[in-house]
C-alpha cells in the first residue's frame, strides 16, 4: 500500500460543498479543515477493509474508487465514487466493523478527518456537534428512506413476478385439465364406438 501523507490546510469550501457539512458556517468549516490532511493513495490500494474498525471519514478530491461487498468470487460492487464524494462518515460516530471494502480504482488524493481529532473538536464546541449530529441524522433519514423505497419497489416487482407466475401456473393447470378431459372424452367416444 502507497500511502503519501502531504501538507496544507484543505479549504473549507471543499467540506462545505459535501452534504454532511453543507450547514456549517466558514469559521465552522475552518475549523474542521484544520483537523484534515491529504493523503495520496495509489490505484488498487485497499482504503477500508470490510470488517475492520473504521477510523476516518475520507473525502475524495480527485480520482476514483470503488465500494466492494464480499471477497472473490461472491465480491459485488455496490457503488463507485468520484470528486467531491465521500465515505467512511459512519466511522465518526459508531463503533461498528466496516460494512464494505473501499479500493482505489485509480491514484486518488483524498482529504481525511480522523475520529479521535473530529471527536475533540466537537467536545470542544456544543454548537459545532448540534450541526454535525443533526446533519448525519437527517443523511442517515434520507438513506433510510431511500432504502425503504427501494426495498418496497423490490418486494412489488417480487410480488408482481409471484402473480405472474401463479397466474402462468393456474393457466397451464387449466389447459392441462381440459386436455386430459378432451382425452377421457375421447376415450369414453371411443370405447362406446
Excluded: W
Aim: with cysteine; net charge positive.
Amino acid at each position: 500500500m502507497a500511502l503519501d501523507v502531504f501538507e496544507g490546510n484543505p479549504g473549507s469550501e471543499m467540506l462545505q460543498d459535501t452534504f454532511l457539512f453543507r450547514n456549517l458556517n466558514f469559521g465552522e468549516a475552518q475549523a474542521l479543515s484544520r483537523l484534515s490532511h491529504y493523503e495520496r493513495r495509489r490505484r488498487g490500494d485497499v482504503i477500508i477493509e470490510e470488517g475492520s474498525l473504521g477510523q476516518a471519514l475520507f473525502l475524495i478530491q480527485s480520482g476514483r474508487v470503488k465500494v466492494l461487498k464480499g471477497e472473490g468470487a461472491r465480491q459485488e460492487e455496490l457503488a463507485e465514487l468520484g470528486p467531491s464524494e465521500l465515505f467512511g462518515e459512519m466511522s465518526l460516530i459508531e463503533d461498528a466493523l466496516t460494512s464494505a471494502s473501499v479500493v482505489a480504482e485509480s491514484d486518488v488524493e483524498l482529504l481525511v478527518i480522523r475520529r479521535a481529532d473530529f471527536e475533540k473538536l466537537l467536545s470542544e464546541n456544543e454548537a459545532l456537534a448540534l450541526k454535525v449530529y443533526k446533519s448525519f441524522c437527517r443523511t442517515l433519514s434520507e438513506r433510510l428512506r431511500r432504502t425503504s423505497q427501494e426495498l418496497g419497489h423490490s418486494l412489488a416487482q417480487v410480488h408482481l413476478g409471484e402473480r405472474a407466475g401463479g397466474k402462468a401456473k393456474r393457466s397451464q393447470a387449466k389447459k392441462t385439465a381440459k386436455k386430459s378431459a378432451r382425452k377421457k372424452s375421447s376415450r369414453k367416444k371411443g370405447a362406446k364406438s
